[in-house]
């Protein structure tokens, strides 16, 4: 029989739920208190899918659903993983690695793992060995030695090198997942290539998340003209 903490473990939105993260005002919450049914329902995409792009809207919360599901499969792997957050800047991906610190360090401490090295690319946990990294999409990037089973491509239509980039990852990630999520750039940029082309090859899952999706930015109410 499963005890109740097996059961949160299991379950990324059970254990999603119990992270603390900062809501738009600055103050830190639980997501449980404040996740929409459209950030419930990417993460049960992020379950089912191992190519998924996420189009976006700002400050829709999509990076921190992300990062908390990373994070939750970091946590809880049993065999030896790494994942890395992918920024187009260092100092970007690093603030990415940042959520996954707050996560870690406001943990409920039946939930909490010791880690093993902590710096500011870098976390890995003592019990299973996992990695969770903060890397950038340059060509001239060190962070290229790591075999990756997990790949968050956070704002991928900015990245100056997309393609190239993209291309080498999927070469080298093999059966892992790759995350990609990105508000729009302009016209024909990386993103509105590739899933232009899934429309032909469906390799790619694809979620659109305007604001119109969440309830806060929409209305009922008839406009009288």
């Known amino acids: 029989?499963?005890?109740?903490?097996?059961?949160?473990?299991?379950?990324?939105?059970?254990?999603?739920?119990?992270?603390t993260i900062?809501?738009?005002?600055?103050?830190?919450?639980?997501f449980?208190?404040?996740i929409t049914d459209e950030q419930i329902a990417l993460i049960r995409a992020l379950e089912q899918h191992k190519r998924i792009i996420v189009i976006k809207s700002r400050q829709m919360g999509i990076s921190t659903v992300v990062r908390a599901f990373c994070f939750w499969q970091a946590l809880t792997a049993r065999e030896v993983i790494s994942t890395a957050v992918v920024s187009n800047k260092e100092r970007s991906a690093f603030n990415l690695l940042?959520?996954?610190?707050?996560?870690y360090s406001l943990l409920p401490k039946p939930l909490k793992r010791t880690l093993s090295v902590d710096t500011v690319s870098r976390m890995q946990f003592a019990s299973n060995g996992?990695?969770?990294?903060?890397?950038?999409?340059?060509?001239?990037?060190?962070?290229?030695?790591?075999?990756?089973?997990?790949?968050?491509?956070?704002?991928?239509?900015?990245y100056s090198n997309a393609?190239?980039?993209?291309?080498?990852?999927?070469?080298?990630?093999?059966?892992?997942?790759?995350?990609i999520e990105s508000t729009p750039n302009y016209y024909d940029d990386a993103l509105h290539r590739i899933v232009r082309a899934n429309e032909y090859n469906q390799s790619w899952h694809v979620i659109f998340m305007p604001w119109c999706t969440f309830p806060e930015y929409s209305s009922d109410k008839l406009v009288e003209p």
């Open 1 to 19: 029989m499963s005890s109740p903490l097996d059961e949160i473990l299991v379950d990324p939105v059970e254990f999603i739920g119990r992270l």
């Open 22 to 30: 900062k809501n738009k005002n600055g103050k830190l919450c639980k």
């Open 32 to 34: 449980g208190d404040v």
């Open 98 to 103: 940042d959520i996954d610190k707050r996560f």
């Open 130 to 158: 996992t990695n969770i990294l903060a890397m950038t999409a340059k060509a001239d990037s060190q962070d290229r030695g790591y075999t990756l089973n997990m790949a968050h491509l956070s704002e991928y239509a900015f």
């Open 163 to 179: 393609e190239s980039y993209l291309s080498s990852l999927i070469a080298s990630i093999n059966e892992g997942s790759i995350i």
